[in-house]
């Protein structure tokens, strides 16, 4: 595969994470380019990883993967958006360790939720017959996932800074308005599944 097709393929797998980084961005306080390179890094690192484990898995575990894929994703995100929107109306109950936009815990879920995507990539790569290695005109499976994962955090780290340039005016309500941003993204990716129609940037 060609590396302006990997490109798009890393772009358009990177659109759930930069919304999410945006969302990121409205509530870090203060957020620097430290804040974003470590998002970008969460996002990219999974987004590549992705497409090598559904390449990997693909012969042994590809009904299961794509039958549950977006079952997965979606519950992810309606856990961690609803938990958002709940402490958006609870802040004075929660503990500030507890609502740390960089949790560990957090951010795993959420790169996790917003790579799924990348399994089925994966899967597909290999049944169209992508080598494991090449790195002349056509990509191999190992530089594929490493341009996905540059790209991926590209967009995301610039995707928190945008955030950032819109808190101001957005912060008092930024976990409401991330929390919101999540289960729609959950829902996106559990109708695109369902019914095969893509949305908005998919």
């Not at 039958?67 to 995100?77: C, E, N, P, Q, V």
């Not at 609502?99 to 799924?116: D, E, H, R, W, Y």
């Amino acid at each position: 595969m060609n590396l302006f097709l990997v490109l798009v393929y890393g772009i358009s797998l990177s659109m759930d994470a930069f919304a999410v980084a945006v969302c990121k961005g409205l509530t870090i306080k203060k957020a620097g380019p430290a804040d974003a390179a470590l998002v970008g890094l969460y996002f990219g690192l999974f987004q590549g990883l992705m497409p090598l484990g559904g390449y990997f898995l693909a012969s042994s575990f590809r009904t299961y993967i794509e039958k549950l894929d977006h079952w997965i994703a979606f519950g992810l995100l309606l856990y961690i958006g609803g938990k958002m929107i709940w402490e958006s109306f609870h802040q004075e109950k929660i503990d500030e360790t507890e609502t740390n936009p960089l949790a560990f815990k957090k951010m795993i879920l959420l790169a996790v939720a917003t790579s799924i995507d990348a399994l089925a990539v994966g899967i597909a790569f290999c049944c169209a017959g992508m080598p494991v290695s090449s790195y002349g005109v056509s990509l191999g499976i190992i530089a594929a996932c490493a341009v996905i994962a540059a790209t991926t955090f590209i967009i995301s780290a610039s995707g928190v800074l945008i955030g950032r340039l819109a808190g101001s005016k957005l912060r008092s309500h930024a976990e409401l308005i991330g929390g919101i941003i999540l289960v729609l993204l959950g829902v996106k990716i559990l109708v695109e599944h369902l019914t095969g129609i893509s949305i908005f940037w998919s």
